[in-house]
């Protein structure tokens, strides 16, 4: 203060005595209004801090006059999402899966809430996107273990497959040939490479393939059919096709053919409600595979 | 050179400033200022007609725009100004814009902003003096208070005034009319967002608002009222940017209101014998300071204040005219001309330099831009996504299956169907997802003003792959949708085929 003035010569004004380049900073009051919109602002918070969540105060905090909370408003939304759903998923209740899929409404509903379903249960073992793994059923192609239609994907999901704790899941085992040692190591190197033929890979020899042969229609074609296409009642894979769930190289059919391994699926029947797996089921279909 | 004529005036004035300055040295400068109530004189002339016209032209279209209708078919608003947002479409007469194209309006925000530096560096600030809804309102306000409370001097003697009868009624007159005017400035911008037949049918005949709404015009009655009412040349000068850019978008050749120094200085009271020639012009009446809705002497020179309305000229032309002396001591000039006249030369006005130059070919550059993307605009946008989870899928018979999310917008108001098919591959299949058979090609059938997503998916036997990757390309064929109410010919003309570009994943070779 004890500064002398500077007064700019044009304006009349006092500076401020900050100067850039020669321009200085002249040194107007500000309007009044202005501290009453400062004031205003101030008195704001304070009816804002009265009003809502404000001061923490431990492990709680100072709620608010009108005990506004998120946690709560969250909850409520969830809540509102769920009653605008509630309609589709009745619908989807009570409709056959044939007439949902034929439905647009509900088929984008399900392949949206079907696919939300999968994420949640089923990628785990079958893979983002259904793709699957060695041992876990790629969904997404054209080839069922246990059938493709709406209704056997269903039933899949319902009961699931080799699940002790529901009498209906699908079962089916094939015998260990190496292991019980029902057939020779030679007699499971002739089978294998007539297997490999089957889907028109190379055997390791022409001879061993032949002879691979009647050892087939002998064991292996009651249930994976004398041409090797598998039947679906018995969950008898084809053999014939370019989809392997083990693999189709020679020492991973060799394997299976010796020690098999059975997948097992869990049941989803009573654990997910039924438009959950009726969504699930339409959503798997329409993934490609679907029949 | 604004700086050099600043200071020729001030050379006059400098002592009385200066004196000032100095009683004040004692004192530190105050924090805060009051707002000097400015009680604008009224005025005629050129300015004031041009400014009275600008408002009724203004007013009349705001508040009447979204009344006009425009047919768009059944279903559609057929508002045509109108900016719906729960249905996410901006309609302006025929042209309908989807949020994916706000790059739109964006141009247009471009287009306004280089127009006001256009109009800037040509005419100073006639968007601040006649255009702004600021002044607008202003105006609009100050003539109804004339209208109650009396001119000027009435109206500096009702605010000295105790209060009384007369003033109370008066003053609870004019901040009724204010508030009215507020409520339906509110009211007529909530019109742009909803229809406004049903809004007002709703409103008076139904008692039905929804609080957005409600909330909407209170939100502008209040900023209404506030601003034009009492924050007036405050908004102006302290609140708006606009004044601190203008500095930089006029230059010595722009045309603003000027003050003629050389010819009205020194001034004098009028001369009896109308005898001027050894005096200034000015006669210091002060007409042009009353009159100024800013409450500045616009003989100091152009400054921050001045909004170029122009009332001052004509306030002293009107002086000017009645003292038979030339009009235009302060007019409507350019720094240079005013400087050049000060020397007796005469200087054309300058309209063309490179500063407006540079200008005109922006704001023509934009347009263009803008003519020609809206020119080309499609009706029909297609965005294909392909599956990466898995990139492809084998199947039983070794063919190789990939998928692709299609998205398709229709911006017509018919429907439409497209056939898609695959090209850059032999022997393609497809299907729709849910769908069980894979065929040579797919319909895809889209609502009208509305989006398609379906998922596609494309098969093809492995012995036709070349590679691990095909580059391949989806073509739509818009097909007869079989109209039969003679649309035909004009959907003949909207008939778009698009192809798009994408990759089909196979196993390595």
Partial sequence: MAEEKKIDPIAGVETTGHEWDGIAELNNPLPRWWLWVFYACIAYSIGYMVVYPSIPLGDTYFSGTVGYSDRINVAKEIAAAKDAKKEYLDRIETSSLEAIRNDADLLSFSVVGGGAAFKENCVPCHGGGGVGGPGYPNLIDDDWLWG???????????????????????????????????????QITEVTDYVLTLSGQEPTSAASAKAGATIFADNCASCHAVDGSGDREQGAPALNDQVWLYGSDFDSVRAQIHRPQHGVMPAWGGRLDEATIKMLTVYVHAQGGGE | MIRNLKNKTKAVYAPADKAGAAAEKEKPAPLYAKQIKIHPKRVWGAFRKLKWVAMIALLSFYYIAPWFRWDRGPGIPDQALLIDISAQRAYFLWIEIWPQEVYYITGILILAALGLFLATALFGRVWCGFACPQTVWTDLYVWVERIIEGDRAARIRLDKAPYSKDKIFKRVIKHFIWLYIALLTGGAWIMYFVDAPTFINDLFFKGEITGNSLFFIGLFTVTTYLLAGFGREQVCTYMCPWPRIQGSMTDEDSMIVTYETWRGEPRAKPARDGDYSNRGHCIDCGNCVVVCPMGIDIRDGNQLECIGCGLCIDACDNIMEKLKLPKGLIAYDSVNRQIARSDGKAVKRKLVRPRTIFYAILLTLVTGVILYTFGTREHLEVNILKDRQPVF????????????????????????SFLLNIEGLENPTMKLSGAIEQTRSIVIEVQPDDVKAVHVFVAVPRKELKSDKTEITFSFVEMDPGYSDGSLDILNELRENQKHQTTFNGPKK
């Fill in chain 2, 393 to 416: 899928v084998t199947l039983k018979d070794g063919s190789i299956r990939n998928g692709y999310e299609v998205k398709i917008l229709n911006k017509t108001q018919h429907l439409r």
């Fill in chain 1, 148 to 186: 493709g239609d709406l209704e056997a994907i269903h039933e899949t999901i319902v009961h699931g497959i080799r699940w002790d704790q529901d009498e209906d899941s699908r079962y089916s085992e094939m015998s260990a040939f190496g292991t019980d040692e029902l057939l020779e190591p030679a």
